[in-house]
């Protein structure tokens, strides 16, 4: 039996009586990857930012590393930046810092670490996302497909026990889009805990240990990718695998 990253029961959101989130209830497992597809606006982000505590659930339970996060205070949940990653669609790098700078800032000011410590700890994670020569160099001098890489390692350099992405590659080139799903898949392998929303049926169906199919503010499908891509239940799950080449 596999130890649960996090729990969630019943979770819902709304805005202004708008219910996004309609009860969704599941796990990830830690070292998996728990993939989530579905239309845009059927609550994907809503559902990523309500189990990181970025913006907490209307109601319903979010327990993380045995936690209620739900029933946790503001000072709490302080310590979270440092175990939760997440990485977004747009980057969101500092612009007038330095790659290795944009790595080093969260351990300097987080964890504390020494400028040195912080220095060669963010030349590991460079490397690991094959964007070590870029150390000096500033966002704006990148590709896309480089600025998420380095949008990784600065997650990664704050050792998160669970790493979120947010439609990692829907601002990228179609040429930029097969290195960043690279390093994504790399840290599946090394078996990172992760929650990927993605609309690249191919990739999904490769890394995910569990996929979601959401739409409307529910689960409205959940399985292993065989069976979500060899036997979907759902018509719109069978619309979604459809892009699968
Ligand atoms: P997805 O990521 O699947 O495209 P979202 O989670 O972004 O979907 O949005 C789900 C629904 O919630 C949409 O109808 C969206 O307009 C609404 N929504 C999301 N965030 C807010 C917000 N801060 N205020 C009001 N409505 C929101
Ligand atoms: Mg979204």
């Known amino acids: 039996m596999t130890k649960a990253a996090i729990t969630v029961k019943n979770v819902k959101k709304e805005f202004k009586g708008n219910e996004v989130l309609k009860g969704i209830t599941g796990e990830v497992a830690e070292s998996q ?29 979010v327990i993380f590393e045995g936690e209620d996060l739900t029933k946790s205070t503001k000072k709490d949940l302080s ?6 990653g997440m990485v977004f669609q747009n980057f969101n790098l500092f612009p007038n810092q330095t790659v290795l700078q944009n790595v080093t800032l969260g351990p300097i000011r987080v964890k504390k670490l020494s400028l040195e410590q912080a220095n060669q700890e963010a ?8 964007m070590a020569d870029k150390a000096a160099a500033y966002p704006n001098s990148l590709s896309g497909g480089q600025k998420q890489r380095v949008a ?4 990664l350099a704050m050792q998160p026990k ?4 947010d439609e990692p590659t829907s601002a990228l080139d179609p040429e930029n889009v097969k290195e960043v799903l690279k390093v994504i898949q790399k840290l599946a392998a090394e078996k990172m805990t992760m929650v990927v929303v993605t609309h690249e049926m191919n990739f999904a169906k490769k890394i995910s240990d569990k996929i979601w199919l959401m739409d409307n503010g529910k689960v409205i499908e959940e399985g292993d990718p065989q ?8 018509s719109l799950t069978k619309r979604f695998i459809e892009q699968v080449v």
């Open 33 to 61: 990857v728990l993939t989530i597809i579905g239309p845009s606006g059927s609550g994907k982000s809503t559902l990523l930012r309500a189990m990181s505590q970025l913006d907490a659930p209307s109601s319903g339970t």
């Open 79 to 84: 310590h979270l930046g440092e175990k939760i």
């Open 123 to 130: 030349m590991f994670y460079l490397k690991q996302v094959g």
């Open 152 to 155: 990784i390692a600065r997650a």
């Open 162 to 165: 669970v790493l979120f992405f």
């Open 227 to 234: 069976t979500i891509f060899t036997n979907p239940k759902e």
